[in-house]
Nanobody, 115 residues
Framework: QVQFVESGGGLVQPGGSLRLSCVAS????????MGWYRQAPGKQREFVAT???????KYVDSVKGRFTISRDNAKNTVYLQMNSLKPEDTAVYYC?????????WGQGTQVTVSS
């Protein structure tokens, strides 16, 4: 199974920035469409952003213009640059391949936006 390790979360004030990283196991990362997801307390996990193997991007409306997803295939890594953070962005952030067949969720990385 493909496994993922997320990092880069933390506590940040509203308006601040964080850059999340997700490293994938395996040798064929470059062909995967990759996605970032988040789960806030008491809520279901939701889609945040995706990037295809060709570099096409998609975002949920609530993060458009603030978040940027990117990837480095040489490092088996996908990133999420988060700017202008808001308290409602507080959640555990996860990455995964799309579709999720043959993969498992990592532990995620906690992002807390609070003054």
């Amino acid at each position: 199974q493909v496994q993922f390790v997320e990092s880069g979360g933390g506590l940040v004030q509203p308006g601040g920035s964080l850059r999340l990283s997700c490293v994938a196991s395996g040798s064929i990362f470059s062909i995967y469409e990759m996605g970032w997801y988040r789960q806030a307390p008491g809520k279901q996990r939701e889609f945040v952003a995706t990037i295809t193997s060709a570099g096409s991007l998609k975002y949920v409306d609530s993060v458009k213009g603030r978040f940027t997803i990117s990837r480095d295939n040489a490092k088996n890594t996908v990133y999420l640059q988060m700017n202008s953070l808001k308290p409602e962005d507080t959640a555990v952030y996860y990455c995964n391949k799309i579709p999720r067949t043959g993969s498992s969720w990592g532990q995620g990385t906690q992002v807390t936006v609070s003054s």
